[in-house]
């Protein structure tokens, strides 16, 4: 059965420092999600492609968050510079284009010292 | 934009017994309501979905009821499981949008 790949799955790193996610959604599905999970609280959606185009990124933190999917197939999320509060599990998930059902990715567990 | 608001936060029970967790939302819009089960350290897993065409959905042990009026829907497990034990997230999304927006979660404990 496909499912979403995520890399690395675990990321400690000093606040300041730059961080990079990457992830690579099931085949076919053109639609692609960043979300944030804080310890103890549901996923917030970050950013949300569909093909290479970002369709909704009205959350992400501009000022130091940039997502980009540049072939419309895997995608990088990057953090720089990285603060304490972004310490949270970022998990990816894709869906086919137009359908609601949405398969979740492991994650990475960011922690920010 | 839509809230969801999930109760309860934990519901501990007895293996055998039934749970039942319940969520809120405020968007009469929201058509499609999905349930994840999420193991510690592991993804979220889609357990069951149902969309606002259809109040009832089962699935062997699992159940989702949904009350469009009152905009809230419940997952129900009957027959618990130690290893049902997990955080359960309840969503709803618009038409068109899929953008997804969750509950907090309950933590379900089941006891041998």
């Known amino acids: 059965e496909a499912e979403v790949a995520q890399s690395p799955r675990y990321k400690i790193t000093e606040k300041s420092q730059a961080v990079a996610f990457w992830c690579d959604p099931i085949s076919g599905h053109a639609t692609l999600y960043w979300y944030r999970q804080i310890l103890g609280q549901g996923p917030e959606l970050l950013v949300q492609f569909q093909d290479e185009s970002v369709v909704d990124d009205s959350q992400l933190p501009k000022d130091r968050f940039s997502a980009e999917r540049l072939k419309g197939v895997d995608s990088t999320l990057k953090i720089q510079p990285a603060e304490l509060g972004d310490s949270a599990m970022y998990l990816c998930?894709?869906?086919?284009?137009?359908?609601?059902?949405?398969?979740f990715g492991p994650g990475t567990r960011l922690l920010v010292l | 934009g839509e809230n969801v608001e999930q109760h309860p936060s934990t519901l501990s029970v007895q293996e055998g017994d039934s749970a039942v967790i319940k969520c809120t939302y405020s968007d009469s819009a929201s058509n499609y309501f999905p349930w994840y089960k999420q193991e510690l350290g592991k993804r979220p897993q889609l357990i069951i979905d149902i969309r606002s065409n259809v109040g009832e959905k089962k699935d062997q042990r699992i159940a989702v009821t949904l009350n469009k009026t009152a905009k809230h829907f419940s997952l129900h497990i009957t027959e618990t499981q130690p290893e049902d034990s997990a955080v359960y997230f309840c969503?709803?999304?618009?038409?068109?949008?899929?953008?997804?927006?969750f509950g907090k979660g309950t933590m379900l404990l089941v006891s041998p």
């Open positions: 969503a709803a999304s618009i038409p068109w949008g899929s953008t997804l927006t």
């Open positions: 998930a894709s869906s086919l284009a137009g359908q609601e059902t949405q398969y």
